[in-house]
């Protein structure tokens, strides 16, 4: 189950962006608890031969606003 309010669009664009082959969920927004105030918390891998030198760049282009 996911949180209604994930916006799926967008992160789906951000890995294709920062060539993210697998993206997961956990926490909060898997749950009941999941708010406007939870943070969503990420675990990523990188597409093969890809490394993850700019990861705070990829960090501050999800980060909300």
Known sequence: RVAPDL???????FCRKWKIQRLKLFGSALG???????????L?????GECAKR???RTKSLSRR
């Not at 009941?32 to 990420?42: A, K, M, Q, V, Y």
């Not at 990523?44 to 093969?48: A, D, I, L």
Request: hydrophobic share 25%; glycine share 8%.
């Open 55 to 57: 990861r705070s760049s």
């Open 44 to 48: 990523y891998t990188m597409q093969p």
């Open 7 to 13: 916006p799926l669009g967008k992160l789906a664009e």
């Open 32 to 42: 009941e608890d999941f708010g406007p105030e939870s943070d969503i918390d990420l």
